[in-house]
């Protein structure tokens, strides 16, 4: 439940954040024809599909994202890291959350992989409008992979769980928490952005250090044999012998 919950906020609160760096990739998204104005014709049915095709593959992208971090976290709690783990990418979180410029801009050597995707992004626009299923879940997906210092924190927060299972829980739940904002945007257009307040849209350093306190108290907290369960099963075996 603290995943979940932790994933939620971090994804609310950070989806500001969002609306800024992957708003125009929403924007290119959507199906011609979609927004305000005199676009308004699209058919409610249709703006519903396409954003859950949408925000569906890139859930599915953190998801695959947060198994991996899932991993390493969790095979490093088998080694009885867990509480040096959660504490450390607590830490990793709060520097972040301090270097708020560094966060919400992608300065670590990842503009080659940004213009990579953004350029198969920009042409998979025709061929997603013409493929009502395919072309969103692909567009979604890929938007996932864009270099992000949002969802890189959000996969350092994941690993710091050290538990496969909590690492997709929180991964998936914070690519719920940001589809609201998302998805309004997809639908209002340009004039959404425009409404987002200056203070939501600097909200990811606050996101940061919310979820970094709490993987530095989980770390702190935990029993110092929480996370070596192998040693725990040895111990219990040699007692059964004697």
């Keep these: 439940m603290t995943a979940l919950l932790a994933g939620l906020a971090f994804g609310l609160v950070g989806s500001g954040h969002c609306a800024a760096m992957c708003g125009p990739l929403v924007l290119l998204a959507t199906p011609k024809g979609q927004g305000l104005g005199a676009h308004a014709h699209v058919s ?19 998801l695959v994202l947060g198994a991996a971090a899932g991993l390493a976290g969790s095979a490093l709690a088998q080694l ?43 042409r998979a626009g025709a061929w997603m409008r013409t493929h009502q299923v395919s072309g969103p879940l692909l567009f979604g997906a890929l938007n996932g992979l864009l270099p992000c210092g949002l969802l890189y924190a959000a996969l350092t927060a994941a690993a710091g769980f050290g538990h496969f299972g909590q690492a997709l829980l929180f991964m998936g739940a914070f690519a719920v928490g940001t589809t609201p904002v998302l998805a309004a945007l997809g639908i209002a257009g340009g004039a959404f952005t425009a409404r987002v307040p200056r203070v939501m849209r600097s909200a990811a350093p606050v996101a940061l250090a919310l979820v970094g306190v709490l993987l530095i108290m989980r770390g702190v907290s935990a029993p110092h044999g929480a996370h070596a369960p192998a040693a725990a099963t040895d111990t219990a075996v040699h007692a059964h012998h004697h």
Excluded at 44 to 62: Q, V
Excluded at 98 to 119: E, I, P, Y
Aim: with cysteine; proline share 2%; charged share 10%.
């Design 44 to 62: 409610t049915p249709r703006l519903a599909t396409h954003a859950t095709l949408y925000h569906l593959g890139r859930l599915c992208t953190y």
């Design 80 to 122: 009885g890291l867990g509480r040096a783990l959660a504490i450390l990418a607590g830490v990793a979180l709060l520097l972040q959350g301090l270097a708020a410029t560094r966060v919400v801009s992608a300065r670590l050597g990842t503009h080659r992989l940004a213009a990579g995707v953004t350029g198969a992004l920009g």
